[in-house]
């Protein structure tokens, strides 16, 4: 398995940067969900000593990506269909709220950044047909930076602070079980929703997003995965 810090142009502490390596370790699927995880052999692999390692488990455990056993063991949590659902249904509904009261607070620089995140997800299709998982979850964060942009709006603290705090699950969950979503289809309907917030169409973008949220929550439908799964 190859492990190394994330390297990026801001500054991070050495501690950021081990929780940034180990989250994309896990969204990426390098450490697969179900993996135990031994935190000498992590920071061996990092270069780091055990301690940032141990506090990093401390802030994955709290975004959902890792699990805390009986006697302290730690494992990638695994993908599980029918909480994901419950997890997207309850995202869904709290992102809508969110757009609500967004939507009509946003100035120009949340829409000029919008149009940036739209921008990153084009990009990403226009390299070709085929993505490796960096483009894809390059691709994942534009999204979620989107949407986050339009709750952000809100200006509501407690809102925002749910809103975020299963993102990295999320993350992982599109890019190992619902790549798929990440296409033309789903390009067509951030700029939808970006549209019809330039035109003042409140319902409209309100629509888009629905339609966009309805795509996910399929994809954690556990009857729909078995039917799946039996047709191949």
Avoid: C
């Avoid at 302290?72 to 509904?93: G, S």
């Avoid at 990153?120 to 930076?145: C, M, Q, W």
């Avoid at 954690?220 to 078995?226: G, K, N, R």
């Amino acid at each position: 398995m190859s492990l190394s810090l994330v390297r990026t142009g801001a500054p991070l502490t050495r501690r950021e940067a081990v929780v940034d390596s180990l989250r994309d370790a896990i969204i990426t699927g390098t450490l697969e969900p179900g993996a135990f995880l031994r935190e000498t052999a992590l920071a061996a692999l990092l270069g780091v000593s055990a301690t940032p390692v141990r506090e990093a488990m401390g802030r994955l455990h709290a975004e959902g990506l890792v699990e805390i056993e009986a006697h302290r063991h730690k494992r990638v949590t695994p993908i599980d269909l029918a909480a994901t659902r419950d997890l997207l249904d309850v995202q869904a509904h709290l992102w809508r709220l969110g757009y609500e009261r967004g939507i009509p607070a946003l100035d120009s620089a949340q829409m000029r950044d919008l149009r940036l995140h739209v921008g990153v997800y084009r990009r990403v299709l226009d390299t070709g047909p085929e993505h490796d998982s960096a483009d894809l979850l390059t691709a994942i964060r534009a999204s979620h930076a989107f949407h986050t942009t339009i709750i952000s709006a809100a200006a509501n603290s407690e809102l925002l602070r749910v809103t975020l705090d299963r993102l990295a699950l999320v993350a992982r969950f599109i890019l190992l079980r619902g790549s798929a979503t990440i296409s033309p289809a789903g390009l067509r309907l951030h700029e939808g929703i970006l549209t019809a917030i330039e035109l003042g169409q409140r319902e409209q973008a309100l629509a888009q997003f629905d339609a966009l949220n309805a795509r996910m929550v399929a994809l954690a439908d556990p009857l729909q995965a078995a039917a799946q799964s039996a047709g191949e």
